[in-house]
């Protein structure tokens, strides 16, 4: 069965607003695990822009499902992922202008590069996962890498206005998932999923897991943290395996 696992750093988005203490990512995280999710994941940016170093280890210390760290390929990440030791990595691309991820990591002509950096990661029994578009000349690099697990980045596919165009991005995801199960990937799917559009995957096998954050913790606001986990964690539920 699909399951979700929640990305709590809007949560930290808006406490750095301030630059307080509230509202606390860490709590945050204990009730999307108590509402349903199955995983927890925070961003550590190099900018340091939402979630901050001592997030992911109070989250460590305290999480009682999965982490999962998502980071940019750099020394210093790698350094703070061995430490932390999550139970999976997702590399993602980190650009400092962009408001949020913007799209896949290039895995092309940097395997080795890639597979190098994840080694010490594996040999630790950390879990790792790479953030690409629905492409297949990505997802061949990325089984080549070593990864476990790929995220089709789902952005173009939320973010088409037009029906026509929906259809052709929402087509690639769905080629991509069987060409990644295919070459024995596991396959997650994130970035910008809501309560409507993830529907389209309602009939899609091979999906293990939705990463989703800013839909959740926006319709928090209105229905409270609990709900909005819960009536996403539910709408998950009722999808094929
Ligand atoms: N997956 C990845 C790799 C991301 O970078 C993000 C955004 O932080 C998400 C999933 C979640 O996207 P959203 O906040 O739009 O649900």
Excluded: W
């Amino acid at each position: 069965m699909p399951v979700l696992c929640v990305n709590v750093d809007h949560v930290a988005t808006l406490r750095q607003a301030r630059m307080g203490i509230e509202p606390e990512p860490v709590t945050a995280a204990y009730m999307a695990e108590m509402a349903g999710a199955v995983g927890i994941i925070m961003h550590l940016r190099e900018d340091r822009r939402h979630v901050q170093d001592r997030d992911i280890e109070l989250v460590r210390k305290t999480c009682n499902t999965r982490l999962h760290f998502e980071m940019a390929a750099t020394d210093e990440m790698q350094r703070i992922a061995l430490d932390v030791d999550p139970e999976t990595v997702c590399l993602v691309p980190e650009k400092r202008e962009e408001l949020t991820t913007e799209g896949g990591l290039n895995c092309v002509g940097r395997e080795q590069e890639l597979a190098d950096f994840l080694a010490p990661l594996h040999e630790k029994g950390v879990r790792s996962s790479l953030f690409i578009d629905a492409d297949k000349a990505q997802i061949e690099a990325a089984k080549n890498i070593g990864a476990e697990f790929i995220e089709i980045h789902t952005g173009h596919y939320a973010d088409a206005k037009e029906f026509g165009e929906r259809q052709v991005e929402l087509k690639k995801i769905v080629e991509g998932v069987a060409y990644a199960r295919e070459l024995g990937l596991k396959v997650n799917l994130g970035h910008g999923l809501n309560y409507r559009n993830i529907l389209a995957f309602r009939n899609v096998p091979g999906i293990s897991e939705y990463s989703i954050g800013h839909s959740i913790i926006a319709r928090s606001i209105y229905v409270g943290l609990d709900r909005a986990v819960r009536d996403m964690a539910d709408l998950i539920r009722t999808f094929v395996d």
